[in-house]
């Protein structure tokens, strides 16, 4: 999937040197009352890409796509759609649409009427306007349900018809906020996979909050990892993944492992880590550290395992259940080593990782 | 879970309490008609004849008209101002709006009588003479509150998103307000419109204070009480006024509470 994407973005920026990018916003702040919502937002997502705002509750993530809908102001910063200086248009007049958390379908009308609504209001005549709705509700797969009313669907079709609502009229950039949020598992990863065809299909780049970070790092041409209204890092999921820019980066995403050496601070990811029996020799140059397993945690296809090095810090490594389930049970409380190439652990940068902006330099200080 | 005689004693106080509410009301009806025109238990017997002398009594027909007419015209003006009062209030935050809202809603929780005394000098000091258009002043008050508390408590619990989701897919304002706002309230001004009325149709002190000459159809039934007289007729109205403002007040409860589109929109 991340190979996949990482093309489809190569794609996007060829095109990008003679078309302006689909979304800039430069220096975008927003707050309300005392709270720094949005601190200074600086990113640019090219066209057709799938671009993920990650971040926990409270990090400004809706605030953000509320910034660019048009739905709030900024106090400060620019917000450009297609090149075009959009900061101070009316929600109405902009070429963006928007999947609610809520969905905000209109309940008295019906899906069809819904879906359509945005095509009536811009004048499409009747004919095409039909036309385009039956398209939009087969790609959401949704044929055949045009004539009923939103209390008359389930959670997870409500979901397909808000995005095809807002899919249909073609904007430049779609919008969607936590749109799986209120779906069950296997629902939301069906979705997932759903969404990223529709997205590929109709090549409309998407702008696209979620706080899950398998989401992110599964659907998402680029990413940004928000905190405290603040962009952390911006980049592909496996830069993201792998090469965290900050501690909060990477303990926000997966389970991370932090450890100071030789006044060097560096992350090691749990699957990384080889736990070694006893009389098993690590293989040449890997940085090998001996503790106790404190607990082990089975979570259905791997097993993490809390290791307390004789060091004092506390590792967390995983593996695969490749054996009976019963197994990994023994391990506990047992001295184990663990060993790691250590090119595989990825050293944390202050400097780096505030650098994204220098007005998130400034933020920080004040507080 | 209750026990069987806590949930028998809990029906039973229910039952006492409607029987105490409405056993008064449905006498009224009942002694409508009362062959004889003392009121005596058990009836002397079943006529229809009070109908035939109430339709043709004059006082009753011009009584009846001035209240519809006071009644309809006072429910227009509230509609209008009720519902702009509410717009406004919801869409707005500015400083003192939890007062003004008070402000709107004190002409109702202020007893009538010191709204009608209120009224009254007010018209008297500026020189304008009591007509039906002192009356609908008086019931518009009263009325543009009802209308206000309907059109706020629908709008509050509307989805705030439909209206951004309508925005977002190229509405403007007016275009939102058509096709999202009103559809989603239509209901609640129609009911609000429904009290209303039903509480102008039989208001007695404020108007007992802004009418003239004429008397609406409840001042008729109080006069005729006070001084005795038709009181077969009395039955009669008085049974009408209950059927005219029954209804009103059950359309606007199953606009309210049943109607679907309330429904889904609060329901999640
Ligand atoms: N209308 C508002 N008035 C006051 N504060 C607000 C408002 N909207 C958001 N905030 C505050 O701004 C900050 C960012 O909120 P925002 O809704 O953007 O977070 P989020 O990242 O979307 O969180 P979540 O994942 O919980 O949806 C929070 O501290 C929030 O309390
Ligand atoms: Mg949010």
New interface residues.
């Given amino acids: 999937m991340a190979i996949h994407s990482r093309e489809a973005r190569h794609g996007a920026s060829a095109k990008s040197a003679l078309r302006p990018p689909a979304l800039r916003l430069e220096g975008v702040r927003k707050s309300y009352g005392h709270v720094l919502a949005v601190a200074g937002v600086d990113l640019t997502v090219q066209e057709g890409e799938f671009f993920t705002l990650l971040g926990p509750s409270g990090s400004g993530k809706t605030t953000l796509l509320r910034l660019i809908?048009?739905?709030e102001r900024p106090d400060a910063g620019t917000i450009e759609l297609a090149g075009r200086d959009v900061t101070s248009t009316?929600?109405?007049?902009r070429q963006?649409?928007?999947v609610?958390q809520?969905y905000?379908?209109?309940?008295?009308m019906t899906v069809a009427d819904n879906i359509g609504?945005?095509l009536r209001?811009?004048g499409i005549p009747k004919a095409e306007r039909e036309e385009r709705v039956q398209t939009a509700l087969s790609m959401v797969r949704l044929a055949g349900l045009d004539k009923r009313?939103?209390?008359q669907l389930s959670g997870g079709q409500r979901q397909r018809v808000a995005l095809a609502?807002?899919v249909v009229?073609e904007p430049e950039v779609l919008l969607l906020d936590e749109p799986l949020g209120a779906l069950d598992l296997k629902l939301r990863q069906e979705m997932q996979l759903e969404l990223k065809r529709i997205q590929q299909k109709v090549g409309i780049t998407f702008v696209y909050v979620t706080h899950d970070q398998e989401e992110a790092l599964t659907m998402s041409d680029r990413m940004a990892v928000m905190a405290d209204g603040k962009i952390e890092q911006i980049g592909p999921p496996v830069e993201v993944y792998e090469r965290p820019a900050t501690e909060f980066v990477a303990g926000f995403i997966g389970i991370s492992n932090v450890l100071e050496r030789n006044g060097i601070r560096f992350v090691v990811r749990p699957e990384k880590l080889h736990m070694l029996e006893e009389g098993q020799e690590p293989r040449s140059g890997m940085t090998v550290e001996s503790g106790i397993v404190e607990q082990v945690v089975y979570v259905g296809m791997s097993t993490r395992y809390i290791v307390r090095l004789d060091r004092g810090e506390q590792l967390v490594a995983v593996r695969q259940n490749m054996d009976a389930p019963g197994q990994a049970l023994r391990y506990e409380g047992r001295r184990v080593r663990l060993a790691w190439v250590p090119g595989h652990t990825y050293v944390l940068d202050h400097q780096r990782a505030r650098g994204e902006s220098a007005l998130s330099e400034h933020d920080t200080e004040e507080r | 879970m209750e026990s069987f005689w806590a949930r028998f004693a809990l029906r039973l106080w229910v039952v006492l309490i409607l029987l105490f509410l409405f056993l008064p009301l449905a006498l009224i009806p009942l002694y409508a008609f009362n062959s004889s025109n003392i009121e005596s238990w058990p009836l002397a017997g079943l006529t229809t004849k009070w109908f035939t002398t109430t339709w043709n009594d004059p006082d009753v027909q011009t009584g009846f008209a001035l209240s519809l007419r006071a009644g309809l015209t006072a429910t227009a003006l509230a509609l209008v101002l009720g519902s702009c009062a509410a717009f406004a209030i919801h869409r707005m935050t500015f400083f003192g709006r939890d007062v003004v809202s008070l402000l709107f809603v004190l002409p109702l929780a202020l007893p009538g009588i010191v709204t009608g005394l209120a009224l009254n000098s007010f018209f008297h000091f500026t020189g304008i003479s009591l007509s039906i258009w002192t009356i609908v002043v008086g019931h518009t008050t009263f009325c543009i509150v009802i209308v206000y508390n309907n059109v706020l408590a629908r709008l509050r619990r509307t989805?705030g998103?439909?209206i951004?989701?309508?925005?977002?897919?190229?509405?403007?304002a007016f275009?939102t307000f058509r096709?999202?706002t009103l559809?989603?309230i239509g209901t609640a001004i129609v009911s609000g419109a429904m009290l209303a009325f039903a509480l102008s149709f039989d208001e007695v002190i404020v108007t007992t204070f802004t009418a003239g000459a004429q008397n609406t159809l409840p001042m008729w039934i109080f006069g005729a009480i006070r001084l005795g007289q038709k009181l077969p007729e009395v039955n009669v109205v008085v049974s009408f006024v209950i059927l005219v403002t029954i209804i009103p007040v059950v359309i606007a409860a199953r606009l309210t509470g049943g109607s679907?589109?309330a429904?889904?929109?609060t329901?999640?």
């Fill in positions: 809908a048009g739905f009316p929600p109405h007049l963006t649409n928007t609610f809520d905000a379908l209109f309940p008295h609504y945005g209001i811009k009313k939103p209390n609502r807002a009229n | 989805q998103s439909l951004e989701a309508a925005m977002d897919l190229g509405a403007n275009q096709d999202v559809p989603l679907g589109i429904r889904t929109t329901a999640r």
